[in-house]
């Protein structure tokens, strides 16, 4: 335990004010338990000084990497740049805005060498300190991924989680765009592990997830690497064929009767069909339309992301 290696990747935004806090806590994290790290910061172009920081932190600590993107690419693209520098024998992902504690960095790391049956840690985390909305949020797309990838009932969608070098080559593996992680784990492993850890309170700044945010966050996790929304709209047409014909059957039985077909009564059944099947087509195309953009961002091929310099003296 005491040889162990990490890599610990964290995406920056707007954090500069903060980071040297956040590398100084990792620094006594990883002496007190006698482990070698490297801590990797990758600056999401961000537009005040956090490269800055950065390469004030590297200077003073050679454990320390900086990485500077080119360009704004979002936190999970930032990430998987990180993830794709890491070369740890156990790679540690984590927010920058301390509301991971570093102190809960041993938490992942011994669940996961204590039982090689497991390729991940992820953190639950005992209570959240995050806002209504963004709670909702959470428990809503934890509830997406149970049905869309079978992610088991126990396990948190987090991004404060520890993993074994081979499930990250193999999720950078995925060429896809617009990498989300989480279910590029879902997908690639069920040997997942949570335990609970502390949530602190946002000290500083403020969260960058809005409610649209949130809702575009949300649809990109599905509909980037999941075909259930097809599927579902599917269904519902299948089923709406299905209740047609038994509809059409119904007035069938009406006219034939001794009412006669003037006397059906349907004319607000009629309008409320109209409305809600008209809703269901836009909506229906409206959901093919975000699959067609997905795959014209994918075979332009666009970079996600683009190292325009870091604190190494070569550029990986």
């Not at 790290?37 to 800055?52: K, R, V």
């Not at 602190?200 to 690497?225: A, C, P």
């Not at 332009?300 to 604190?311: A, D």
């Amino acid at each position: 335990m005491s040889d162990l290696y990490l890599s610990i990747v964290v995406p920056c935004y707007r954090s500069g004010d903060w980071l040297a806090d956040l590398a100084k806590r990792v620094q006594t994290v990883m002496d007190s338990n006698g482990w070698s790290y490297e801590l990797i910061l990758i600056n999401d172009s961000s537009p005040d000084a956090t490269w800055d920081i950065i390469q004030q932190i590297a200077e003073n600590d050679e454990s320390v990497r900086g990485i500077n993107l080119a360009f704004n690419t979002g936190q999970f693209r930032t990430t998987f740049c990180g993830l794709q520098q890491a070369s740890g024998e156990i790679i540690v992902t984590m927010d920058d805005d301390l509301q991971q504690p570093p102190e809960e960095i041993p938490t992942l790391v011994n669940a996961l060498v204590a039982d090689e049956g497991f390729d991940a840690v992820l953190a639950n985390y005992a209570g959240k300190k995050h806002g209504l909305l963004r709670n909702l949020g959470s428990a809503v797309m934890n509830l997406l991924f149970r049905l869309s990838y079978g992610k088991p009932k126990e396990i948190r969608s987090t991004t404060f989680r520890a993993m074994r070098p081979e499930l990250v080559r193999s999720i950078c593996q995925y060429s896809t765009v617009n990498p989300n992680i989480n279910p590029l784990i879902f997908q690639t492993t069920q040997k997942l592990k949570s335990v609970s850890v502390t949530h602190e309170q946002r000290k500083q700044g403020r969260s960058g997830y809005g409610l649209f945010k949130l809702f575009r966050l949300m649809t990109d996790n599905i509909l980037s690497v999941s075909t259930l929304p097809l599927k579902i709209v599917t269904s519902i047409g299948v089923l709406a064929a299905f209740g047609s014909v038994l509809l059409a059957l119904y007035y069938l039985y009406r006219y034939w009767s001794s009412d006669g077909i003037e006397n059906v009564q349907g004319f607000v059944t009629q309008v409320l069909l109209i409305n809600f099947f008209g809703g269901l087509t836009l909506l229906s195309v409206g959901l093919l339309g975000e699959y067609v953009i997905r795959i014209m961002d994918e075979v332009r091929g666009r970079p996600r992301f683009l190292i325009r310099e870091t604190t190494d003296s070569e550029n990986r």
